[in-house]
Each structure stands twice: as structure tokens, then as C-alpha cells.
């Protein structure tokens, strides 16, 4: 399993070239923090391919069928489809499709966890709305998705 995961770092090290997150590299910003946060948790390796896959088909070319055919198991693929949000989605549609698969719930749970301390240690450098709507979002997020928290894997 542990080649899954770093085919998935690839993947995701590949995909997310050149993305920023604010004024710092996307993978180590964000994605990398993601999956270290689900693998400290204690999810196996799946999960942390799940993690370092959880924004490529959202927000670079790679498609699923990509990722299947770069040998990503498809219970992986299902998480990632499952984490990508669609055009003209609510939010609450966007979580009840989560909340469906045990995977998608521990990595947009980490995700979130990831975001909102971003938010935190960025907050001085944020506007007041910014602040005030990004930190509701991520704990809400977050108060939603740990009951729903399985148990490791």
C-alpha cells in the first residue's frame, strides 16, 4: 500500500507545479500537511494517497480516469470524486456527499483541520471578512465531519 501513497505524492507533486498558496508553494503549504494529518491519525496508506490526491481533479487537468489508469486504486478515485466540489453545489450537498464515503470524511476532515489553522496563523495578514467567513467555514467543516470520523484503517 505504501506505493500507492507515493505514487499519489507524485501525482499530486506533478499536477500542482507551479500552484501557490498565497505566496507559498501549494504541496508544501497545503497538500503535504493534509496527508501528514491523516496519516497521524493513524489511517493506512490509502487514506494518504486520498489526502495528497484531494484537490487534483478539482483544480488541475488530471481527471479520474487518470488517476485509474496511473494504477490509484479505485476506492482512492471514488474518495477524490467524492471531495471534488461541482459547479452550482450547496454545501450541504457538497458535505452529504462526503459524509457517504468513510475516506472523503477523514480527508476533508484533515483538509479542513489544515485550513483552518492556515486561517489562524494567517489571520493578521487576512480582511475581517476573510477572517470571520474562512474560520466559520473550516470549523464548521470540522464540527460536522468528527463524529463521523471512522476508526483507523
Do not use: C
Not at 125 to 146: G, K, T, V
Request: net charge negative; proline share 3%; glycine share 2%.
Amino acid at each position: 500500500m505504501r506505493e500507492v501513497a507515493e505514487r499519489a505524492e507524485a501525482i499530486a507533486r506533478k499536477a500542482h507545479r507551479r500552484q501557490k498558496y498565497g505566496d507559498r508553494d501549494y504541496i508544501e503549504a497545503h497538500v503535504a500537511q493534509v496527508a501528514a494529518i491523516v496519516a497521524r491519525l493513524g489511517y493506512n496508506d490509502l487514506y494518504v494517497a486520498a489526502a495528497w490526491l484531494h484537490d487534483v481533479v478539482e483544480d488541475t487537468p488530471v481527471t479520474e480516469q487518470d488517476l485509474i489508469d496511473q494504477g490509484i486504486p479505485a476506492d482512492v478515485v471514488a474518495a477524490v470524486e467524492a471531495l471534488t466540489e461541482r459547479e452550482n453545489e450547496t454545501r450541504q450537498q457538497y458535505l452529504a456527499r462526503i459524509a457517504a464515503h468513510r475516506m472523503a470524511v477523514v480527508v476533508k476532515y484533515a483538509d479542513s483541520s489544515a485550513n483552518f489553522a492556515s486561517t489562524m496563523l494567517l489571520s493578521p495578514y487576512l480582511s475581517d471578512a476573510d477572517f470571520r467567513d474562512w474560520s466559520h467555514e473550516y470549523a464548521s467543516n470540522i464540527a460536522y465531519l468528527l463524529p463521523l470520523l471512522s476508526e483507523t484503517e
